[in-house]
């Protein structure tokens, strides 16, 4: 597998070649993932509705990002891209609070971070940028943002807010941001905004015209059944395979199959 870096993923617009993009929070699906056909490994705030347990992602701190990151560098063998977010209020308000959050995420192993927002968080993205560290932007549906709006609820559904988007991406894009995810919009609005950057957009159900698309690992594996999403495609199912397992494995404990000649030392 060639080794990704930011340069290689601009090319990729350039190309005409889809990124491929799934998040990843521990170090055995890194190892796997990898070794795989995938580009970006992201380190998503999802963690925090994913594994633990949050109603959303706003509970998620900077320590949580931290261990999250450094798990999945420590898998990461096929030197994929690693990208982590930036979780709520590190970065929003404060541009030097901003840096050395962001620092953090580098250290503790990641390539990039991704950050929410566009014009309103615009000096705290230039701050970083100018401590040398690369970043993704993400716009459209902010899940940190959703008490704010009302809850995870499609974006740009009028001519205000998509111009509005369009301008913040050019707004990043200008900043140095080196690709976008646009999430939960509708699908030629994301055409539009694709079609006017250089910059790689990533398509988090914002439909088929973007340059990548990112889903969230357990989301695509059929393994999270909490709440699934329209833009989700289920490749597997893995919470029936696991739940199968388990089940076979308690009734062999209980009638005495297991452990068998094989599985014990002399």
């Not at 560290?133 to 499609?154: C, D, R």
């Not at 297991?258 to 002399?266: A, S």
């Amino acid at each position: 597998m060639i080794q990704k870096n930011i340069s290689a993923i601009i090319d990729m617009k350039k190309n005409k070649s889809k990124l491929v993009v799934l998040t990843c929070y521990d170090a055995n699906m890194s190892k796997l993932l990898s070794n795989l056909d995938v580009d970006i490994l992201l380190v998503g705030d999802s963690v925090g509705m994913v594994k633990l347990g949050y109603s959303n992602t706003l509970s998620v701190t900077i320590e949580d990002m931290i261990h999250h990151t450094k798990a999945v560098k420590r898998g990461n063998t096929g030197n994929k891209l690693i990208v982590a977010d930036m979780p709520y209020m590190t970065y929003e308000n404060n541009p030097q609070e901003a840096v050395i959050n962001a620092k953090k995420l580098i250290d503790a192993g990641a390539d990039a971070v991704k950050v929410e927002g566009g014009q309103e968080i615009l000096p705290s993205i230039k701050e970083i940028l100018s401590a040398n560290i690369s970043v993704m932007g993400h716009l459209g549906l902010m899940p940190q943002s959703v008490e704010k709006i009302g809850g995870f609820k499609v974006q740009c559904r009028d001519e205000q807010s998509a111009q509005k988007l369009l301008e913040d991406s050019i707004i990043l894009q200008q900043a140095g941001v080196f690709s976008i995810v646009l999430e939960c919009i509708p699908q030629m609005v994301a055409k539009n905004v694709t079609e006017k950057l250089d910059i790689s957009t990533i398509s988090c159900g914002a439909g088929r015209y973007c340059d990548g698309q990112v889903l969230v690992l357990d989301d695509m594996l059929g393994m999270f059944s909490d709440f699934t999403p329209k833009f989700v495609k289920k490749y597997a199912n893995l919470a029936q395979t696991i739940k199968d397992a388990v089940e076979l494995y308690s009734k062999e404990v209980r009638t005495e199959k297991f452990p068998e000649e094989g599985n014990t030392y002399k």
